[in-house]
Each structure stands twice: as structure tokens, then as C-alpha cells.
């Protein structure tokens, strides 16, 4: 069975956002990292490339909570945080990216629906996620289905629609098979953090959920903004095994935790092995998450990175930032 291969460019944004903070003031930081991709395209983009390129891409995904940060203790704590449904200002900010850079933008945001009793402050609260295309058209937004604790700790509602997923338009590029092609179509399925594990923690790992929704939808690429935990974090959290995390090298990955990532997505490998296979093209996992500690206490694992599930039934780990350090990552995949 021939493989058709479409190139798509993906950026990640890896920032440390801590709660409390201003969220303006996250804002303008991300805008200072991502200031490059603003540039005209230079080069074509290596597998290896980071922002210096000056590559645009297809597709700009942020972490989980981007701009708030993550660890908030109580309802009350995160409610003066809290956005209207794909109006407030993470939304408006991935607009105003979109349409400068020209490409679809996830960012994760804490969502209070419209309706909600502001007075009393009622009603249930989301941790979400909206996709904005690049003409700043709000295409869809995604409530977490699978909580962690420290979601339940600010009273965040499970998404009542499992796990997300949306048809999205890639406009011409050189990428593409035919100069013909005005756009290609790409299937995406959308998942936050605590999605790609077992539901509570209480699900036989083999369950694979989130894997099983993405090959049952025939994901094309698998988009996960994260505020996921180093390695070791989610078992202790006393300030020795912080101190112990610090001594990591900057430059570095967090690679127990990558390589966590892409076992729980056994099932995207395990099609490519059947005898009848039901895909014949390659499927893409992306993944960024925060970096740096909040609270003095809480460890993120960074290591932002995108894997390229392929045909042949092989992983490959395209590109991945470090643990600790904040940055943009981009590189151009096969799909």
C-alpha cells in the first residue's frame, strides 16, 4: 500500500506561567519569544531547527492554562481568571497571533461558560482549550475529559463530550503533493494533559482511551497542550525532590516522560503493524507543555516535543526542548 506524504511546519511555545501572576504580562512575555516567527520565511525547516529558522508554521499549539499558570489551590483563587467561551483574552490573543502569522493557534485557557452566575460565582468551570484558524475564526473549543487532581482542587467540570477532534484546512505550501492543491485536510484530535492517561489513574493501563479515540478517528495529528508534572513530581512534592529535579541539565529533556507519552499512545503504533492496515499515512503527536516550578514546590517536565508516528510502525522523535528553559520550538513533519 503506497504512502502519500503531505509536509505540515508545527510550533510549540514552552513557556513558565505561574498562577497569581498577570496575565498580561504572560502575554506580552510569549509575544517576546514568539516575536521571530513574525519574520518572512528564510529557509525550509530541519528537523533540528528551532525559531531560528524564521520558518512559518501550519499549526501554533501552547500549553495547558498558558497564560494563567497552572497550580491554582481553590475555585475562588482561579475565578478572577476565568474567560468567557472562546471570547476572553487568551482567545483574542490567539486571534491576533493567527492572523499576524498566519496559522492555526491552540492555546489553553480556564473557561467559565456564558450563562454562569458571575455574582455568586456558580455554575461549572472548565480547563479548556480553543483552536482559532488563521483568519482569527474561533473553529473549536475543547473541555478536558479526563481530570487531574489538581483540576478537581479549582473545581474545574469534566468535558461531557470525551475527547475532542475537528477536520482542519491547511492552505497551500510547498509541502504539498501537487502544486495544484489549493489545501489539504488534515483530521485532528485534540486531548489536555491528564487525557493521555489512564481515566483517574484507576483504568487498566492497556485501556489506551485517548490512543483508541485517536486511531478510531483516524487522527492525522494529535495535538496536546500539557501542564504535565517531571518525572517523579506526581509522587512527592517535598522541596528535596525539587531541589533533586533541579539538578537536570538545562538542556536536557525530561525523556522517561517522552518516552511515557508515546507508550500511552500504543494503539497510533500497533495499526501500522496490522495486516490489513487501516491507515496509510503517517500520524503526528504534539505535544507542548510548561516548563519551570510554581509555588516553589511544583516541577513541570517541559520537553515540549514532536513524534512522527510512522508507517513502517517506527517512532520517531522529530524535535524536543529541554526541561527547564523556555523557547519555541518548530519543525516540519510528514503527515
Not at 129 to 141: F, I, K
Not at 201 to 229: H, Q, R, S, Y
Not at 254 to 262: K, L, P
Request: aromatic share 8%; proline share 5%; hydrophobic share 35%.
Amino acid at each position: 500500500m503506497s504512502l502519500r506524504t503531505r509536509k505540515l511546519t508545527i510550533a510549540c511555545l514552552q513557556i513558565n506561567a505561574h498562577w497569581g501572576t498577570d496575565v498580561l504580562s504572560s502575554i506580552r512575555h510569549a509575544d517576546a519569544l514568539l516575536a521571530p516567527l513574525l519574520q518572512a520565511p528564510t529557509a525550509p525547516c530541519s528537523s533540528t531547527n528551532r525559531i531560528r529558522s524564521g520558518k512559518k508554521p501550519d499549526i501554533l499549539v501552547l500549553p495547558e492554562l498558558a497564560f494563567t499558570g497552572y497550580g491554582f489551590p481553590s475555585r475562588t483563587a482561579i475565578s478572577p481568571y476565568l474567560e468567557p467561551t472562546g471570547r476572553g483574552v487568551s482567545t483574542q490573543w490567539a486571534q491576533r497571533t493567527a492572523r499576524r502569522i498566519g496559522c492555526h493557534v491552540i492555546v489553553g485557557y480556564p473557561e467559565r461558560p456564558d450563562g454562569s452566575n458571575l455574582a455568586k460565582d456558580e455554575g461549572p468551570i472548565y480547563n479548556s482549550a480553543v483552536v482559532v484558524g488563521p483568519s482569527g475564526t474561533v473553529l473549536y473549543n475543547y473541555r478536558k475529559h479526563f481530570l487531574y487532581e489538581a483540576d478537581e482542587k479549582w473545581g474545574a467540570s469534566p468535558g461531557q463530550d470525551g475527547f475532542g477532534s475537528l477536520n482542519m484546512k491547511i492552505k497551500n505550501s510547498a509541502g504539498l503533493v501537487s502544486e495544484n492543491e489549493n489545501e489539504m485536510r488534515i483530521r485532528v484530535v485534540l486531548g489536555l494533559c491528564m487525557d493521555l492517561n489512564p481515566e483517574k489513574f484507576e483504568a487498566p493501563f492497556t485501556k489506551f482511551e485517548f490512543g483508541n479515540f485517536a486511531v478510531t478517528n483516524k487522527a492525522d495529528v494529535i495535538i496536546m497542550p500539557m501542564a504535565w508534572l517531571a518525572f517523579g513530581q506526581a509522587e512527592s512534592n517535598n522541596e528535596k525532590d525539587v531541589t533533586d529535579l533541579q539538578e537536570i541539565e538545562d538542556d536536557e529533556p525530561d525523556w522517561r516522560t517522552v518516552h511515557y507519552w508515546a507508550r500511552r499512545l500504543t494503539p497510533v503504533v500497533t495499526q501500522y503493524a496490522q495486516a490489513e492496515q487501516r491507515k496509510t499515512s503517517n500520524t503526528i503527536f504534539v505535544a507542548s507543555n510548561r516548563c519551570g516550578i510554581e509555588d516553589g514546590k511544583t516541577t513541570y517536565a517541559g520537553s515540549s516535543c514532536v513524534l512522527q508516528f510512522c508507517h513502517d510502525a517506527s517512532v520517531q522523535l522529530t524535535a524536543t526542548l529541554s526541561k527547564k528553559s523556555e523557547g519555541v520550538l518548530i519543525t516540519d513533519v510528514n503527515i
